[in-house]
């Protein structure tokens, strides 16, 4: 069974169909007229040569993925990914062969479902910055760490709830950072009629608050916060 990072397998299924068009048969009388003979006196027309017909789908760029990237693998069956490298690429840039991390065979996927390591990923986020990740059911959330960024705004994220690595998609994760507006860390604020310290700040809007009263950690709205 695959572990680690799961990946999830979409399938599309195609249907063909044709159509028979009806001509209707001329009454008689109500026949066309001939066409006139060319006048002879008129030089023949050049023969133009025949448009290109356009491709019916357009190919990858080629060089997208190339051999030895690192990439995510994703989403198949159970929205599961998995991690691997590429060992070989088709011409077209349309097949990749990847061997996967967690049982080091080699498997042939459509490049559409294949995402290359990047350095860096939207937002500026960067491998090792401190992020929040949610929100999840009940509008929880969690704090973790990135260790790895992929296109099309993926991350594999460590989190803190239970130290596992999990991949997350650009909209569910907020980077840590020092202040947010007017708002930064290790200020005071008021929740309300409440007094707390601010421990931490992220691009979202969100803050984690300890509480003066309980010592507490809560997350808060940059809405609910008001500076002392």
Known sequence: MKAALFVFLVLFGFTTSSWAQLHD??????????????????PAPTPQPPAPKPPST????PGRITIGDFVLSGPFKGGRYITGIVVKVSNDGRTVWVRDDDDYQVYQREARY???????????????????????????????VVRAVYERGLFIVQENYDGGSYVRDQSLVAKRIPCYRNLCAEDNVWVGARSGIIR????????TVMDMGDRKLYLRDYRDLKKK
């Open 114 to 144: 294949i995402s290359r390591r990047m350095k860096k990923g939207p937002r500026d986020i960067w491998p090792g910055d401190k992020v929040l990740v949610g929100p999840f059911r009940n509008q929880t959330y969690t704090e973790g």
């Open 200 to 207: 931490s700040a992220f691009d979202s809007g969100k803050f």
């Open 58 to 61: 357009p190919a990858p760029v």
């Open 25 to 42: 048969l001329p009454n008689p009388g109500d026949e066309f007229p001939q066409p006139l003979p060319p006048d002879p006196n008129e």
